[in-house]
């Protein structure tokens, strides 16, 4: 009996731990004087400056406490599901108990501006006017297409803040500041980005790029130099199951790394969309045939890099430099690098944006007050433990205000010699062009999926063929056909199938595309394997 008494309390510790821990978190929310609840794909690093810096500050403002209750669903993609599922219940309750009125189909239509039935108008209408909400204040991280597709659908609204702040939105993107003065204002776009919504329905709160991060002993190992320093360098044979991905299905910033691929060879084509979308494909079918694997999560690639279970992986600038920044030796060398591709990557806002219906709408319209102020943009930039700066961890991203990129500040800063403002090596020398993919983004991403992930071993098994024979011309021209794929059908049956209000068109275009190219790319295996 005694022998099983210390079994007896180790079951009941694993049992009741969770439990124990939850009531210690609700016990913080229970004695703060106020609560802000906020979702966020940010991770755990940044969710802890700011939330500590923002009780802070709130407290010496207002002398109360705040609870900050941060939610995480996973990436921006998952978040948008989640929030898009809670607006849905709600706005179904507003419709039936609070307008009396009976629920039809149509009305699920009502965060869709293009719904055209009377119904669905109706819905939209009452629900522009309603403050349904989701239980969630602030939607904070992600890329500014999210944000957009959330403003769109009535989800994200005005919170006052750039209205209340003309000293730093006040002058459009074209009106620089005079020879040798610092702009303070923040441009409403940088490279073709946008970073700020004129409706103030979101704002950007640092900025990101899209690079290649690598690990330079899994280099040394392989002899792969020099490192990685262009998308296309991730095409080449010497990466074969060695790259890390992840599905642009299920990652916003992953997809948008994927557009400034296509973007980039669309440029360099001289702006022929069809020929640079055509290029663009094939460059990511090769860079795919590389992958280890692909995962769900744009986080874990830099880990998976560190670790060295894959040698280079594609990720937004800001994972891979913490992650860096993170196995730093104490001679300040690292064996995890990050590296934006010169001319192949935007600079956009990383944002944040008021919910409609918000619980605590004066809280959190104080929270991206925070955000943008001097004091919340030094947590971005600045190294641990300098003045003003984050207090365990340093974060390693870019601020959005200009001031934060002064000489003055560098001593303290990161990473002193980068200024996304600024033309050359370290700055802006991208420029997006909405025109060429913004109307495809989804079907980048979808193409993706279907032509290189879900048949990916079949892929994989081809590349390999290929590269044993040499590349053969036959054997590589079945390997790199996209006809299926090409701008024509993407901007054409594939882009209707997606938008179709039949759920069921595009799932029979994904099941055709993924046999298509699993036919495909056995044939381009079997005629590498015989040399032709």
């Known amino acids: 009996m005694k022998g099983l008494l210390p079994f007896a309390a180790l079951l009941a510790l694993l049992l009741l731990g969770p439990i124990l821990l939850h009531r210690h978190a609700d016990h913080s929310a229970d004695r703060a004087d106020d609560t802000l609840v906020i979702i966020t794909p940010h991770n755990e690093a940044t969710r802890y400056e700011f939330g500590r810096a923002f009780q802070e500050a709130h407290f010496e403002k207002t002398g109360r406490t705040v609870f900050v209750d941060w939610r995480t669903a996973g990436g921006t993609s998952e978040i948008a599901r989640y929030i898009g599922a809670q607006y849905l219940g709600s706005f179904r309750d507003y419709w039936t108990r609070a307008l009396h009125r009976d629920w039809t189909p149509e009305c699920a239509s009502f965060d869709d501006p293009k719904a055209a039935t009377p119904a669905a108008v109706a819905a939209r209408k009452a629900f522009l006017a309603s403050n349904a909400g989701c239980g969630v204040d602030l939607f904070f991280g992600g890329g500014s297409f999210d944000y957009i597709q959330m403003a769109t659908a009535g989800r994200l609204v005005d919170s006052g803040v750039i209205a209340a702040h003309p000293e730093l939105f006040a002058l459009p993107a074209a009106s620089p500041a005079?020879?040798?003065?610092?702009?303070?204002?923040?441009?409403?776009?940088?490279?073709?980005?946008?970073?700020?919504?004129?409706?103030?329905?979101?704002?950007?709160?640092?900025?990101?790029?899209?690079?290649?991060?690598y690990n330079t002993d899994s280099l040394a190992r392989l002899g792969i130099a020099p490192p990685p320093a262009q998308w296309a360098d991730l095409a080449s044979p010497r990466y074969a199951n060695e790259l890390a991905l992840a599905d642009p299905t299920q990652s916003g910033s992953v997809a948008k790394a994927f557009e400034m691929i296509m973007q980039q060879q669309i440029a360099e084509a001289g702006g022929n969309v069809p020929q640079g979308w055509l290029r663009g494909m094939q460059l990511i079918q090769r860079i795919s045939a590389n992958a280890r694997y692909f995962t769900d999560n744009a986080t874990e690639i830099p880990y998976s890099v560190e670790a060295g279970d894959a040698a280079a992986g594609m990720c937004i600038d800001f994972y891979g430099r913490f992650e860096s920044e993170a196995v730093r030796r104490l001679d300040g060398t690292s064996r995890m690098m990050y590296e934006t591709p010169r001319g192949g990557s935007s600079t956009g806002a990383d944002s944040i944006g008021l919910f409609r219906g918000a619980p605590h709408q004066a809280l959190a319209r104080e929270f991206i007050e925070f955000v943008i102020s001097q004091q919340g943009q030094n947590l971005w930039c600045f190294r641990a433990g300098t003045p003003g700066g984050p207090e365990k961890y340093t974060l390693r991203r870019l601020p959005i205000r200009p001031n934060l990129y002064a000489p003055q500040w560098r001593p303290y800063e990161a990473d002193p010699d980068v200024d996304p403002y600024a033309p050359g090596p370290s700055g802006a020398d991208f420029v997006y062009q909405p025109r060429w993919t913004a109307s495809l983004y989804g079907v980048i991403s979808f193409a993706i999926r279907t032509a290189y992930i879900d048949p990916h071993d079949e892929l994989k098994q081809a590349w390999e063929a290929l590269n044993q024979a040499g590349f053969p011309p036959r054997a590589t021209a079945a390997f790199c056909d996209m006809s299926a794929i090409d701008y024509a059908h993407a901007s054409g049956p594939i882009r209707d199938a997606l938008r179709s209000s039949n759920k069921l068109d595009s799932v029979i275009m994904a099941r055709e595309l993924d046999e298509h190219f699993r036919q495909q790319y056995a044939k381009a295996g079997s005629l590498a394997r015989r040399g032709l």
Do not use: R, S, V, Y
Request: charged share 10%.
């Open 178 to 213: 005079p020879a040798g003065i610092m702009n303070t204002h923040i441009p409403q776009t940088l490279g073709g980005e946008p970073l700020w919504d004129p409706k103030g329905c979101w704002i950007g709160a640092c900025l990101g790029a899209f690079g290649i991060c």
